[in-house]
């Protein structure tokens, strides 16, 4: 989706380039370049007047001075206008917006430079011949667009992070996918280990993790970790510093989310023992590098006032439901600041049963990776059903994933209708309608 506020500086900075072409460098080839007096002003320089001679001598550094300090004055003028409009730009449309800008101002640079530096190459040769392009010396201190904006976002951001902490179900949310990321199977890595990755990047967190990325040189490191200063068989060495130590694990896990092959390979590699399976070492990793974050990142955003502190509630009548066979269906009685436990029982052989209809009619129409999804949800969900209390959460959690794998195919012809019953059946068990 294009950013309007990016689009209107395009706009404005195309047209700014061809201003300065026509108006402010090519009168420098016609006037000069046919003997006419060249007659132009600049803010800082003042009128400048040439006539009677050649583009050489005390003219070329004018021409030089003038060029740049006309351009720069564009790019600071962009600069300024794009400073003030950030704070008011959607949070995800921030980072985008200024790596957008600092890519159009690169471009008008380039473009402009260029022309100047081909009209002073024509001047500077033979009359009638021209010659090759010709670096400017103009002697200027240029605008540092692209530092003075991330600093601009630096600064939006932690004044966001101020009024718009961290909510405390985000890190249940976290610790619930940090759970399901130590429970994948072989074949599921990566994609258990996106969805961890896709919260860090949902609104809520994604300020965050962009301050925690900053200045963070994943590759090196990473080359570093996997070199023959590691051994096989040791885990990674993270920084000693815990606030890039979590910067540090924040592209680890981007890096592992976007590559199965990667995330064996450093479970396998770094993780396991001599003797231990491939998802013996994942499910070390997840527990020495992610589920600490809970604790570190917790830390962190206190420490900086980012973090949403519980408010205390008054007391309140207590009042117990109990429901079954309805999980994640929860009823609210109309009294005032009542206070409500909700149990939520499931009959784990219906739901058992229809599982594994389910599982038995999707499985074949599945690719392979996604035959490995099935199973892992289809396990943790026997997993729960053989608690006296299941955890509702996690119930619907695996049920989501199942609905998208059956939706995967629902679409084809050769379907069997006694999935789309048996799967319907199964979404209501487990509080998915």
């Not at 680890?252 to 001599?274: F, K, P, R, T, V």
């Not at 429901?323 to 009294?335: A, F, M």
Request: net charge negative; glycine share 6%.
């Amino acid at each position: 989706m294009t950013i309007p506020l990016v689009s209107r500086i395009r706009r404005d900075l195309e047209t700014a380039a061809d201003r300065i072409d026509r108006e402010s460098l090519t009168p420098w080839l016609t006037h000069l370049g046919g003997g006419t007096p060249l007659a132009l002003a600049h803010p800082r320089m003042g009128p400048i007047t040439i006539a009677g001679v050649r583009f050489s001598g005390s003219v070329v550094p004018v021409f030089d001075r003038y060029v740049t300090l006309t351009i720069d004055d564009l790019i600071s003028a962009v600069t300024d206008r794009t400073e003030e409009a950030l704070a008011d730009l959607p949070r995800p449309d921030r980072e985008p917006a200024v790596q957008q800008i600092v890519d159009a101002l690169d471009a008008v640079w380039t473009r402009l430079i260029g022309r100047a530096s081909e009209i002073k190459g024509v001047l500077s040769g033979a009359p009638g011949h021209g010659g090759p392009p010709r670096p400017l010396r103009g002697r200027i201190e240029w605008t540092p667009y692209e530092g003075r904006l991330r600093h601009a976002l630096r600064a939006i951001r932690m004044k966001t992070m101020t009024e718009h902490k961290i909510p405390l179900a985000w890190f249940q949310r976290y610790d619930h996918l940090v759970d399901r990321m130590a429970d994948a199977a072989p074949g599921a890595f990566a994609q258990r280990a996106r969805r961890l990755a896709d919260l860090t990047r949902e609104p809520d967190f994604a300020d965050v993790r962009a301050l925690l990325l900053e200045g963070v040189d994943f590759a090196g490191w990473l080359a570093r970790a996997q070199s023959d200063e590691v051994e096989l068989g040791e885990p990674f060495p993270f920084p000693d510093d815990p606030t890039a130590e979590i910067g540090v694990a924040l592209a680890l896990l981007d890096h592992i989310a976007g590559s199965e092959d990667a995330a064996s390979s450093i479970a396998g590699n770094h993780y396991a023992g001599a003797h231990d399976s491939e998802a013996a070492g994942w499910r070390r990793l997840v527990d020495q590098v992610y589920r600490p974050q809970t604790r570190e990142l917790t830390h962190y955003l206190r420490s900086r006032g980012w973090l949403e502190t519980p408010q205390p509630s008054a007391p309140a009548a207590g009042n117990s439901i109990v429901i079954t066979r309805s999980p994640g269906v929860v009823v609210q009685q109309d009294v005032r600041d009542a206070a409500q436990t909700v149990h939520v029982a499931v009959s784990g052989v219906d739901v058992s049963e229809t599982l594994d209809t389910v599982v038995e009619l999707l499985r074949p129409l599945l690719e392979p990776s996604a035959r490995t999804e099935l199973d892992a949800e289809a396990a943790t969900i026997r997993a729960q059903l053989r608690k006296p209390r299941p955890n509702a959460v996690i119930l619907r959690e695996c049920g989501a994933t199942l609905r998208s794998l059956v939706e995967s195919v629902a679409a084809n012809a050769l379907t069997p209708p006694a999935l789309v019953t048996a799967a319907n059946l199964l979404w209501s068990a487990l509080g998915q309608r």
